[in-house]
């Protein structure tokens, strides 16, 4: 035991030989190992990374393959497609009567104006309406309204209304459109508007074009009546019973829903073209033609025709819903002389969209197209006046009389059409 303890150095270097080869195996095997780990995750990272190629090139592919199929059902949900419809598109809210002219004017703007494959370019979208009133409030509250019908009297019905100023800022107008004739159906024992004084009349329902003319109208003449609202088929049940005396429509002649009217003792009212009345509206009348079971043969009724009006929301100049109205608009003028050819509705003749409506503003695109327009035809009037002073002169003619001069400016036009 002491020997161990203190053995000879020999001894001792002996002992480190001995252990020394087993020290030598443990160390190269630990650094085989290692060498083995760094070889594995090489490989693990050389296998990943070309993975990783390999799905770029099929992500890539598939983009590919997917843009050429088109958009996803999912993308499509979610508006995601490359075309995107709603950059074109403009909804138009209408009337509720759906044969209607300006109904049928929205389909022809619709019918002429959407463009692309998908009517991504352009895309008329009407909305049908509950009533032209209604119509104001949703183009300025309801999300996604861009253009509407509005009557030419709506301004005049919202004068005492506190937010008018506001109203009236936030709205501009595109074009005039087709006029609409009022319409007081009245029983027995009612011959004249004044006989509705002190009496119910029902103004048809809320929201509606008669619910706005109406009040406006009574209001300029003095006739003070209960005017209260209904729709049509309740308020004739009520007209039947003697609870009202007259329901009033606004709509344009021959409408199916006057016509359609039978009762004993059921007439129409005439509403007097009046100075009252001259800066809001138009002189109409009806005729047996128009309403046989109304009108006597052989007789009119004087009446009064409301204006309508293309509106636009007035958004901030150079905003996406302003520069799509504004395409629109463009669009719209640009190709309206088709809109007055055979199949298209034929009120779109009597529109002139110079025409100004009082009291409204227009919207500025509509007004620099015009403006456009005009000095154009301006240019053309000038050439056409000095082209004629010419052939004038060529002729030897001069100092001609009114009537010559217009009988030589039609010779001109025809030598001017076949030099052409």
Same mark, same amino acid.
């Given at each position: ?35 083995i ?18 799905a770029q ?8 393959e ?5 958009? +996803?059902?999912?993308q ?10 709603n950059?074109?598109?403009?909804t ?11 109904? +049928? ?5 619709s ?13 008329v979208?009407?909305v ?14 309801l ?6 019908y509005?009557?030419?009297? +709506?301004?005049?019905f ?20 087709? %006029? ?8 027995p024992?009612i011959?004249?508007? %004044?006989? *509705? ?9 809320k ?5 706005? %003319?109406?009040p ?16 049509t ?10 609870? *009202? ?7 344009a ?14 007439h ?10 001259s800066? *809001?509206?138009?002189p ?6 128009d309403?046989? /079971? ?12 409301v204006?309508?009006?293309?509106a636009?929301?007035?958004?901030p ?14 669009t ?6 088709? *809109? ?11 529109? /002139?969209l110079a025409?100004?409506?009082?009291g409204? +503003? ?10 456009k ?14 082209s004629?002073?010419s ?14 001069e ?11 059409r076949?030099?052409?």
């Amino acid at each position: 035991m002491a020997g161990s303890a203190g053995a000879p150095a020999e001894v001792q270097k002996d002992a480190r030989h001995t252990h020394a080869p087993e020290a030598f195996r443990r160390a190269t095997l630990e650094e085989e190992t290692l060498r083995i780990r760094v070889g594995v995750l090489a490989l693990c990272c050389l296998v990943f990374g070309a993975g990783e190629v390999l799905a770029q090139r099929a992500t890539k592919s598939a983009k590919a393959e997917a843009t050429a199929k088109g958009p +996803t059902p999912d993308q499509l949900l979610l508006g995601q497609s490359k075309n995107d419809a709603n950059l074109g598109t403009v909804t138009l809210m209408t009337q509720r009567l759906l044969a209607g002219p300006l109904m +049928t004017a929205a389909l022809d703007l619709s019918t002429l104006l959407d463009d692309g494959e998908r009517f991504e370019k352009m895309r008329v979208l009407p909305v049908i309406a509950r009533g032209k009133m209604q119509n104001l409030w949703d183009m300025l509250y309801l999300g996604g309204i861009d253009l509407a019908y509005l009557q030419t009297d +709506t301004l005049e019905f919202l004068k005492s209304d506190p937010q008018y100023a506001v109203i009236k800022d936030k709205v501009r107008y595109i074009t005039v459109m087709f %006029s609409e004739e009022i319409c007081i159906i009245a029983g027995p024992g009612i011959a004249s508007l %004044s006989d *509705l004084a002190g009496k119910k009349v029902s103004i048809n329902a809320k929201g509606t074009a008669a619910a706005v %003319s109406i009040p406006v109208i009574f209001a300029r003449l003095g006739i003070k009546a209960d005017l209260q609202y209904a729709d049509t088929n309740i308020a004739l049940e009520r007209m039947k019973s003697g609870e *009202l005396a007259a329901h009033t429509f606004l709509l344009a002649k021959p409408a199916r829903a006057i016509a359609d009217l039978k009762g004993e003792g059921l007439h129409i009212l005439p509403i007097p073209f009046s100075n009252e009345l001259s800066d *809001l509206y138009l002189p109409s009348k009806f005729t047996n033609a128009d309403y046989p /079971n109304l009108v006597p043969a052989g007789q009119e009724v004087e009446t009064v025709a409301v204006g309508n009006i293309l509106a636009v929301f007035n958004w901030p100049e150079g905003s996406e819903r302003y520069k799509k109205a504004a395409r629109f608009t463009e669009t719209f003028f640009g190709r309206f002389a088709e *809109l007055q050819k055979p199949g298209f509705h034929p009120k779109w003749k009597d529109v /002139n969209l110079a025409a100004q409506v009082p009291g409204w +503003t227009r919207f500025k695109p509509a007004q620099d197209w015009l403006d456009k327009a005009a000095a154009q035809q301006r240019a053309v009037d000038a050439d056409l006046r000095n082209s004629f002073g010419s052939y004038l002169k060529r002729r030897g003619l001069s100092d001609v009389g009114a009537r010559s001069e217009s009988e030589l400016f039609q010779q001109f036009l025809e030598w001017r059409r076949t030099r052409n």
